[in-house]
């Protein structure tokens, strides 16, 4: 083992162990605003990962898409729709709890099994000859062969945003307009309320 491998085993386990915490941080913390930042914890790891494998594009997109789009988003939604509302308690949560963790724990031992059994180390001492990198040939195919299918996925997802923003905008928009009141010029003077007329009125009445 050279000092590279050594390094990537080093990087895979530290990798593994946040994105695991950061997991279990997301599922166990009762304070959903954590846990949404935990989430951008579990995607950047994932993203780490992915450079280990040498798929720099899947890890680029991974912080562009998951952290950089869906995890912003999930936080806007939650400081959005969050009241500070206490849960209410619910009848019978520890069968929901106990149902919960039998899923997990199979899948847990399913992938364990997965793990173990898959024999890893049979592709080793095959050399991978060392090719261009992946975004330069995806950036190229983007730029050449799929220019017109780029440009209008552009062109529908800016759709796609000015429609959820008239919707979302719906409710502040009246459906009829209102009437207007009539507004005098400015260099008119306002009528005196009759109000103050009376009152005035009043006063120099009972003086007199």
Known sequence: MNLAEGVQIVSFGLLTIMMLAAALGVVLLENIVYSAFLLGGV?????????????????????????????????????????????????NAWIRKASTALVCGGLFALLSTMVLSTPWGAGMAVSVPTTESSIVIIGQHFFSDFLLPFELASVFLLMAMVGAIVLARRDFIPELPPEEPIQTPGWTLQERPRELLSVSSQKSSSEG
């Open 43 to 91: 995607f950047m790891s994932m993203a780490g990962l992915y450079l280990l494998l040498n798929a720099d594009f899947v890890a680029a997109a991974q912080v562009l898409i998951y952290v950089g789009s869906v995890n912003v988003l999930i936080l806007f939604g939650i400081m959005l729709v969050n009241k500070r509302e206490s849960f209410k308690t619910l009848p």
